[in-house]
């Protein structure tokens, strides 16, 4: 009924269990990106929204491990439950916290927006991310939206993050999709809460999880992901799409982790 419960789900260690025998009941977690075909988001806006909706869902009130009754429910005398979200949130965190992401626009977005989840928009993107479930019982809805073609234009190569921000560091060294980028800074953003404190981490919720995307130069890469398990947390994909398995993807650090000075960039990666 605390944060402190909602964090410490979020902020432990990942991935312990392994696959089902069944991949109809692999868990994942649908982020589907608007993207209209004649007015598309820039591209660090659109991973912004997907990164901080998947988090803001994982934070989310209604992943609560218990709740209690709502006094005007005839029910009311009931003993406390978890919250709608605590299950489906808490069985996928055991797993291996597979994220997928979909397009959407026009009336499919609209549609999107009636299955259990949380829409954020930055600058002038939105993304919506889907509480987890079993890939084989996805909502038609959402099934029926497009894995690939998610590609938009814009760059990632300059920051004006302040200094007390999470930033998200994409690997220069990588060429992924934005597709694929999306789920990969959903990844960074959601291990992250563990950079903070557990009061840090409820003001930065509160905030509305504020992020940055950015492409560093391979030095300032090198000196995060050297950083890993200290000061910063290394997203390491399993290497099912578009990269080799183990890839470090993003580093996420807290903006304080280096000088703003030290934030040289190259050009980003396609996607």
């Not at 890939?135 to 300059?158: P, Y």
Request: charged share 25%; glycine share 8%; net charge negative.
């Amino acid at each position: 009924m605390t944060f402190a419960d909602r964090y410490r789900l979020v902020s432990r260690r990942h991935g312990g269990a392994p696959d089902p025998v069944d991949p109809s009941r692999v868990l994942a977690m649908p982020i589907v990106l608007r993207i209209e075909k004649g007015d598309p988001p820039p591209r660090r806006d659109l991973l912004t929204a997907a990164a901080r909706a998947s988090v803001l869902l994982c934070l989310d009130d209604r992943v609560d491990p218990v709740t209690a009754p709502d006094p005007a429910d005839a029910d009311a005398d009931a003993a406390p439950r978890p919250g709608p979200w605590h299950d489906p949130v808490a069985d996928w965190c055991e797993a291996r916290i597979r994220k997928i992401s979909r397009r959407a626009r026009g009336a499919h977005w609209i549609a999107a927006q009636e299955v259990d989840g949380l829409t954020v928009t930055s600058g002038a993107a939105q993304a919506r991310a889907i509480v987890p479930g079993p890939v084989g019982d996805l909502d038609r809805r959402i099934a029926r939206l497009q894995i690939g073609g998610t590609d938009v234009e814009g760059d990632l190569d300059s920051v004006t993050a302040d200094i007390e921000d999470l930033v998200l560091w994409v690997n220069p060294g990588l060429d992924m999709t934005v597709g694929k980028l999306a789920a990969q800074v959903g990844h960074g953003a959601m291990l992250a809460a563990a950079l903070y404190p557990v009061d840090d981490c409820e003001t930065w919720w509160r905030a509305g999880c504020p992020l940055t995307v950015a492409v560093p130069t391979p030095e300032v890469f090198a000196r995060a992901l050297d950083a890993d398990g200290r000061d910063t947390i290394a997203v390491r994909d399993a290497g099912f799409t578009e990269v080799e398995p183990g890839s470090v993807t993003v580093v996420a650090a807290r903006g304080a982790f280096m000088p703003i000075a030290d934030r040289g960039h190259t050009s980003s990666p396609r996607g």
